[in-house]
């Protein structure tokens, strides 16, 4: 599979399933468009046609006679490039998938739901303000420890483990997530294991000691803030209605500052209220954030803030809008890193990770404070997604080996997408909640999934090209 399209200065050629890309001018462009469906001869002829106008004269001749080898020189790379695997590749990954949904899996990462609480009232919170549709609650010290233990006792010889501290509001619990900390330092020593602690935050309860303490121990640290103060108060209020921007931004800005910029970004959501969401992602580069994330809400259609279907198109322009301007600062050595265009083309994730994404409910899981296990976050507060408790493990095998056969290959939508390798088949939980069940697909989602992957691969093309200039 080939996907081929335009993006700034750039013509773009994605193999598919080798994932090489290739910047090609418009000749090889049209060339690669026409292969499999021409015969060389025939795509001479439309190519001659398409690029010389029709004069008879000596010079018209010689141009046709210097275009034409130029045409069978290509037509033969293109064809070398075919056999080498790197151009109409086939697909080496479906006749795996049978062994792929077999595998056996290790629980590598935790999601600790420390708070089922928060001190503000976000309107689009999944979390219903981080009750997740239960009562609010925090995890005691006991059900933290049991739930580190259970994840080193599951995880098998795999030395490197992560632990995210989350909510609702962890660091109305921040007592505890200390503790847990030290209690899983220990541990490393004594079953030879990595854990890499993250924690997120809304940033009201952040203060010095917060800041030493996660400069310490957290590998990355998420800095919820929607953009601009207007967008960010209507969305993020207090309960009693007043904005947080004025209290949370200094804080952030010190805290990215304090870690050199790096290992943490600041996290926002757009809606269907602030559709130009470039100008949040500007703004929040103004104010100093070098790592950045400004991601689209996922709510029922009846929401007044959700994305609708007819919003679509200007946000795919928003990004288009947002690669120019990452681009353009890039140019004048202003670097920012945009979550969502983040790419690697050399490394990348394994086969695993592109075959079935972040690994929800099979080497993923989520803990509430009662130490009940649900597939992810987003799972959490449905009973029918509750798959056991952290003093017992997985109980729920059906649920399990359900999301343990969930892939690219078992979405029908994900089989003929060009993006399927760098989004794994989307979220679970998205595709649950549109389409009832965790094969299906968010159609939204995956348009803009779609044109995020094209400017991320512009990005990097722009990116080699900077890097060979200065050179």
Same mark, same amino acid.
């Given at each position: 599979?080939?996907?081929?399209?335009?993006?700034?200065?750039?013509?773009?050629?994605?193999?598919?399933?080798?994932?090489?890309?290739?910047?090609?001018?418009?000749?090889?462009?049209?060339?690669?468009?026409?292969?499999?469906?021409?015969?060389?001869?025939?795509?001479?002829?439309?190519?001659?046609?398409?690029?010389?106008?029709?004069?008879?004269?000596?010079?018209?001749?010689?141009?046709?006679?210097?275009?034409?080898?130029?045409?069978?020189?290509?037509?033969?790379?293109?064809?070398?490039?075919?056999?080498?695997?790197?151009?109409?590749?086939?697909?080496?990954?479906?006749?795996?998938?049978?062994?792929?949904?077999?595998?056996?899996?290790?629980?590598?990462?935790?999601?600790?739901?420390?708070?089922?609480?928060?001190?503000?009232?976000?309107?689009?919170?999944?979390?219903?303000?981080?009750?997740?549709?239960?009562?609010? &609650?925090?995890?005691?010290?006991?059900?933290?420890?049991? &739930?580190?233990?259970?994840?080193?006792?599951?995880?098998?010889?795999?030395?490197?483990?992560?632990?995210?501290?989350?909510?609702?509001?962890?660091?109305?619990?921040?007592?505890?997530?200390?503790?847990?900390?030290?209690?899983?330092?220990?541990?490393?020593?004594?079953?030879?294991?990595?854990?890499?602690?993250?924690?997120?935050?809304?940033?009201?309860?952040?203060?010095?000691?917060?800041?030493?303490? &996660?400069?310490?121990?957290?590998?990355?640290?998420?800095?919820?803030?929607?953009?601009?103060?207007?967008?960010?108060?209507?969305?993020?209020?207090?309960?009693?209605?007043?904005?947080?921007?004025?209290?949370?931004?200094?804080?952030?800005?010190?805290?990215?500052?304090?870690?050199?910029?790096?290992?943490?970004?600041?996290?926002?959501?757009?809606?269907?209220?602030?559709?130009?969401?470039?100008?949040?992602?500007?703004?929040?580069?103004?104010?100093?954030?070098?790592?950045?994330?400004?991601?689209?809400?996922?709510?029922?259609?009846?929401?007044?803030?959700?994305?609708?279907?007819?919003?679509?198109?200007?946000?795919?322009?928003?990004?288009?809008?947002?690669?120019?301007?990452?681009?353009?600062?890039?140019?004048?050595?202003?670097?920012?890193?945009?979550?969502?265009?983040?790419?690697?083309?050399? #490394?990348?994730?394994?086969?695993?990770?592109?075959?079935?994404?972040? #690994?929800?409910?099979?080497?993923?899981?989520?803990?509430?404070?009662?130490?009940?296990?649900?597939?992810?976050?987003?799972?959490?507060?449905?009973?029918?997604?509750?798959?056991?408790?952290?003093?017992?493990?997985?109980?729920?095998?059906?649920?399990?080996?359900?999301?343990?056969?969930?892939?690219?290959?078992?979405?029908?939508?994900?089989?003929?997408?060009?993006?399927?390798?760098?989004?794994?088949?989307?979220?679970?939980?998205?595709?649950?909640?549109?389409?009832?069940?965790?094969?299906?697909?968010?159609?939204? #989602?995956?348009?803009?999934?779609?044109?995020?992957?094209?400017?991320?691969?512009?990005?990097?093309?722009?990116?080699?090209?900077?890097?060979?200039?200065?050179?």
């Amino acid at each position: 599979m080939v996907h081929q399209y335009k993006n700034g200065d750039y013509n773009i050629v994605l193999d598919v399933n080798s994932g090489s890309v290739h910047i090609v001018d418009d000749l090889a462009y049209d060339m690669i468009a026409m292969y499999q469906s021409n015969t060389k001869e025939e795509i001479c002829t439309l190519l001659l046609k398409k690029y010389l106008s029709q004069e008879d004269t000596e010079d018209w001749k010689r141009d046709q006679e210097k275009l034409k080898k130029e045409i069978e020189s290509l037509y033969d790379e293109i064809s070398s490039m075919k056999e080498k695997g790197i151009l109409f590749s086939d697909d080496i990954y479906e006749n795996y998938i049978e062994q792929f949904k077999n595998r056996q899996t290790l629980i590598k990462a935790l999601c600790l739901h420390i708070a089922h609480d928060c001190n503000l009232a976000c309107k689009y919170c999944f979390a219903e303000e981080g009750e997740y549709h239960g009562k609010r &609650a925090l995890m005691s010290f006991e059900v933290g420890k049991r &739930a580190l233990d259970f994840l080193i006792s599951n995880s098998g010889s795999r030395k490197n483990l992560e632990v995210d501290f989350f909510g609702g509001e962890p660091l109305m619990n921040f007592e505890v997530v200390k503790q847990l900390v030290d209690y899983g330092r220990e541990q490393e020593k004594l079953h030879n294991k990595k854990f890499r602690f993250t924690l997120t935050t809304n940033g009201v309860a952040l203060t010095d000691e917060i800041m030493e303490f &996660a400069n310490r121990e957290m590998s990355n640290v998420v800095l919820s803030i929607d953009g601009r103060k207007e967008v960010h108060n209507k969305m993020r209020p207090f309960r009693n209605g007043t904005g947080s921007y004025d209290l949370i931004v200094p804080k952030f800005q010190r805290l990215a500052e304090s870690r050199e910029q790096k290992n943490y970004y600041v996290r926002g959501t757009f809606t269907h209220e602030n559709l130009d969401f470039s100008e949040d992602v500007k703004h929040l580069a103004k104010l100093g954030f070098e790592q950045i994330s400004i991601e689209p809400v996922v709510a029922p259609l009846k929401e007044s803030y959700a994305i609708k279907p007819e919003d679509v198109e200007q946000l795919l322009e928003e990004y288009d809008k947002l690669a120019q301007y990452i681009l353009k600062r890039r140019k004048e050595g202003k670097w920012i890193n945009f979550f969502h265009f983040m790419i690697d083309l050399s #490394g990348g994730p394994c086969v695993a990770k592109r075959l079935s994404g972040c #690994g929800a409910g099979t080497e993923y899981l989520a803990v509430t404070p009662w130490g009940d296990l649900y597939p992810c976050h987003q799972f959490v507060g449905m009973d029918e997604f509750l798959m056991g408790n952290v003093w017992e493990g997985v109980k729920d095998i059906a649920r399990r080996d359900e999301f343990l056969r969930c892939n690219v290959y078992a979405k029908k939508d994900c089989k003929e997408c060009f993006a399927k390798f760098y989004c794994s088949g989307g979220c679970a939980a998205n595709a649950y909640h549109f389409e009832g069940n965790i094969t299906g697909t968010y159609e939204i #989602g995956c348009k803009l999934q779609r044109k995020r992957v094209e400017c991320a691969l512009m990005l990097k093309a722009a990116q080699e090209e900077l890097e060979e200039t200065k050179n």
